[in-house]
Nanobody, 128 residues
Framework: QVQLVESGGGLVQTGGSLRLSCAAS????????MAWFRQAPGKEREFVAA????????YYADSVKGRFTISRNNAKNTVSLQMNKLKPADTAVYSC?????????????????????WGQGTQVTVSS
């Protein structure tokens, strides 16, 4: 049984940084492309970033390009999201997700794909 657990959320001022981490409980972690999503109260869940199974390709929402960086360490079964230059609009619950079968490696695909596993999320709050 696969379990994804996020950590690293918290409170930060505008312009600050946080690093989120997602740990997978079972192998083969490397079989899955990984993604981060976020959801604010009253809003739909939105795609943030994704990374291919090998870590060789990354994909970002326009709203976070240049500020967020997704990475993975298959030896440690983890995926991370480094968030810099945070702003109040980034406030949301951030969740990681895993998908095994990727049809095409495009941002559009990762935005709408049906993911096999989801974590329960970690809260990120950015104060103005």
């Amino acid at each position: 049984q696969v379990q994804l657990v996020e950590s690293g959320g918290g409170l930060v001022q505008t312009g600050g940084s946080l690093r989120l981490s997602c740990a997978a409980s079972v192998l083969p972690f490397s079989n899955y492309a990984m993604a981060w999503f976020r959801q604010a109260p009253g809003k739909e869940r939105e795609f943030v970033a994704a990374i291919s199974w090998s870590g060789g390709n990354t994909y970002y929402a326009d709203s976070v390009k240049g500020r967020f960086t997704i990475s993975r360490n298959n030896a440690k079964n983890t995926v991370s999201l480094q968030m810099n230059k945070l702003k109040p609009a980034d406030t949301a619950v951030y969740s990681c997700a895993a998908v095994e079968r990727v049809r095409v490696y495009t941002t559009s695909y990762f935005q709408r794909a049906t993911y096999d596993y989801w974590g329960q999320g970690t809260q990120v709050t950015v104060s103005s």
